[in-house]
């Protein structure tokens, strides 16, 4: 039975070491080598230059208030998810992932067609006189764009962890006079806290990593940490550069997902 095990393990291991594995090992060993091959840490300091510490603060910025949004516009949603049938919750949850089965730069790119100056929205409202606002190249149609494509990442593990909440807990404290705030506060908001981190972490991450949508969606006039790096490496093709400022970025990421299994040891609101 070990043997079997280890086996049907196999293909799992190959794939972690030829897509994950190698590939960090080379972004370490890039960045903290410089063109001739010698030991540096000057990769890695590039971070302290004015123009790629202003990046990386912007993008700090704008994945902050991306994770908040999320979390405000999914908590409500996966509540109203919880309260239904599971046949009507299961086809809600269906229908609200259906976009996800879209191509990522796809949908970006609708984005760009509603909100660009001559797109959908634009000629709608010049059709009925409305006042026209310009979106395209600003941190608010980035924003935008980020919540679009990571908000189910903020909803599924929500909806995940308020379903595993057995409702006699629920009405236990209501019978020993709990109202419903007092229910939410102390029963039902501590109990999802595992879904919170994790959603937290699953929108935190790649919204600042992200550089796709800020290449659309900022028109090219907003330069997020991860449009320098992409830059570094496919422009400038400097992969030493862009490795030292990955390696950077790495940090963060390693430190939210510490937060992940610090707070979500079971994998309560990762496990769907």
Not at 75 to 99: D, E, H, T
Request: charged residues 10%; contains cysteine.
């Amino acid at each position: 039975m070990e043997k079997s095990r280890k086996l049907l393990a196999a293909p799992y291991l190959i794939w972690m070491i030829a897509f994950t594995v190698i590939p960090l090992l080379m972004i370490v060993y890039y960045g903290l080598i410089d063109r001739n091959g010698s030991f540096t840490w000057e990769n890695v300091m590039a971070m302290v230059r004015p123009e790629h510490l202003g990046a990386l603060f912007l993008s700090l910025q704008l994945s902050v208030v991306c994770t908040i949004v999320c979390l405000l516009l999914s908590y409500p949603l996966a509540m109203i998810l919880r309260g239904k049938g599971v046949n009507q919750s299961s086809f809600i949850v269906f229908i609200f992932i259906l976009p996800m089965w879209m191509n990522f730069l796809l949908r970006t790119y609708a984005w760009l067609n509603l909100l660009d100056d001559g797109g959908i929205i634009h000629t709608i409202c010049e059709r009925f006189g409305l006042p026209t606002v310009s979106l395209i190249g600003t941190n608010a149609a980035i924003i935008l764009g980020m919540v679009y494509n990571f908000l189910p990442f903020m909803v599924l593990p929500l909806y995940n962890a308020l379903m595993k909440i057995d409702e006699n807990i629920i009405n236990a404290a209501k019978d020993l006079g709990a109202n419903n705030i007092q229910v939410f506060f102390r029963i039902i908001l501590p109990l999802s806290f595992p879904g919170i981190v994790s959603g937290i972490t699953m929108v935190f991450v790649p919204s600042l990593t992200t550089f796709v949508v800020s290449d659309l969606l900022g028109a090219r006039k907003i330069m997020l940490i991860g449009n320098i790096i992409e830059q570094e490496f496919s422009t400038a093709d400097n992969w030493y550069l862009g490795s030292g400022l990955s390696l950077v970025l790495m940090i963060f990421i390693l430190i939210s997902m510490a937060m992940l299994n610090h707070y979500d040891k079971n994998g309560e609101g990762t496990s769907f």
